[in-house]
């Protein structure tokens, strides 16, 4: 699986953005597609999933009622809405693939990696 983040950029705090993650090179359906961020001098950590069949998604505590993962089976493509952006949500952030559960949320459970999309948020 191959995955390419965009959709990365400056917003000003209370803003919104939506960050895509195009996947291609295997079938999705048995996959969990999740974001994670890492913020400078901090280790990577998860932020929200979403199941390619089902769409059913988690979130981490921090940005539950904020952020929205979802995933376009039609596109191949999944999305991550962030809305109501705080400047704690400044990060690098990551779309990654995994067989595993929706509720994996360590970074060693995902095998395949995008490369990163900056996010900052300015107060």
């Known amino acids: 699986v191959q995955l390419q983040a965009s959709g990365g950029g400056l917003v000003q705090a209370g803003g919104s953005l939506r960050l895509s993650c195009a996947a291609s090179g295997d079938a999705l359906g048995s996959y969990t597609i999740a974001w994670f961020r890492q913020a400078p001098g901090q280790e990577r950590e998860f932020v929200a999933a979403?199941?390619?069949?089902?769409?059913?998604?988690f979130y981490a505590d921090s940005v539950t009622g904020r952020f929205t993962a979802s995933r376009d089976i039609y596109k191949n493509t999944a999305y991550l809405q962030m809305n109501s952006l705080k400047s704690e949500d400044t990060a690098v952030y990551y779309c990654?693939?995994?067989?595993?559960?929706?509720?994996?949320?360590?970074?060693?459970?995902?095998?395949?990696w995008g490369q990163g999309t900056l996010v900052t948020v300015s107060s």
């Open positions: 979403v199941r390619w069949n089902g769409a059913r998604t």
């Open positions: 990654a693939a995994s067989r595993k559960i929706l509720s994996a949320i360590r970074n060693g459970d995902y095998n395949y």
